[in-house]
């Protein structure tokens, strides 16, 4: 299985980025998909989930009501759309392939894709 994130870039606050990572070697509905950010220095933290069949989603509290993350089965894409920017949301997104159905714990997942820089400037 690879996955090949794309789609950051450099945005004003206030401004819209949608990540996209394409899974290849197993369909998308086999997988839990999440994505995940790392900030310099910091730890590799949770962003968004979405289950195996797309009907259960789950936020980080930083990023609820302004992200949201979706999956399309024909491309098997998974996307992150990130609205209202912040520069605190400045950081590598990564997203990842689960076996579980769901899951929010960076342990739980299997597979990894290569991250997208995303860089908010104020």
């Known amino acids: 299985v690879q996955l090949q994130a794309s789609g950051g870039g450099l945005v004003q606050a206030g401004g819209s980025l949608r990540l996209s990572c394409t899974v290849s070697g197993r369909t998308l509905s086999t997988y839990g998909m999440g994505w995940f950010r790392q900030a310099p220095g910091k730890e590799r933290d949770f962003v968004a989930a979405?289950?195996?069949?797309?009907?259960?989603?789950s936020y980080a509290d930083s990023v609820k009501g302004r992200f949201t993350i979706s999956k399309n089965y024909a491309v098997n894409t998974v996307y992150l759309q990130m609205n209202f920017l912040k520069p605190e949301d400045a950081a590598v997104y990564y997203c990842?392939?689960?076996?579980?159905?769901?899951?929010?714990?960076?342990?739980?997942?299997?597979?990894w894709g290569q991250g997208t820089l995303v860089t908010v400037s104020s």
């Open positions: 979405i289950s195996r069949s797309a009907g259960t989603t």
């Open positions: 990842a392939a689960s076996r579980s159905w769901i899951a929010t714990m960076r342990s739980d997942y299997d597979y």
